[in-house]
């Protein structure tokens, strides 16, 4: 079955919304798919759950955790630039260089640049992960920073780079790998830890507690 054949049978079902996961499969006609789905084609598992409506956290304790089966982008695969898509002065590229697994199959690591159109290149940081996410107005990026300290091990925490103040904002919370989605007024969304014991992210930043401010020119 052709993933245009899978959304038009998901997209038949009246009322998913208010339906329960079963209910959805049996409605769109799909269940049977599914099940085979689940056991020989985790992609086809996955891509029938999306038309389904289903939420990222539920479709990966369904299909089961693997790298292979990860949204893209990732902590593990994302693109070297991030446009924050303006189309005027303000239009900025985070983009990073050498990167690199922080161990064996582990999510990457690499330096971290904000490229503007008068061709300034500004260090953000050596230890950057992503997906980072702009705000709507291209103005904020939340980056995942990496850090490792004796008792904590290697752990993650969110940064913020504020354009307009010209900031990189770190906050004291510790994630493990952060896998940012949406960054929308104060409220970040996301999932932690995506492979292993998953989390989800509702981080207002607003609300939490700074671990520390610096210029970024």
Known sequence: MTKEEIYEKANSVIGIG???????????????TFDKAKKKDKYLARTILQALKFDELSISRIIGYSIDSLKYPNAWDFPNENSNGLNNDEKVILEYSDLNEIGIGA????????????????LIDNNCGGPAIWTRNG????????????????????GIVDLNKQTLTKYKKKFR??????????????IDSPIHRMKTVEFNYENEQIEKVVGIK
């Open 18 to 32: 208010g339906m329960t996961g079963n209910e959805r499969l049996f409605a769109s006609g799909l269940m049977h």
């Open 139 to 158: 103005l904020k990026i939340a980056i995942p920073i990496w850090e490792k300290s004796f008792f904590s091990g290697t752990f993650q925490r969110i």
């Open 177 to 190: 790998v952060l896998d940012l989605r949406s960054f929308s007024g104060n409220l970040i969304l996301g």
């Open 107 to 122: 999510p990457l690591r690499g330096i971290c640049r904000i490229k503007t159109n008068e061709n300034k290149s500004i």
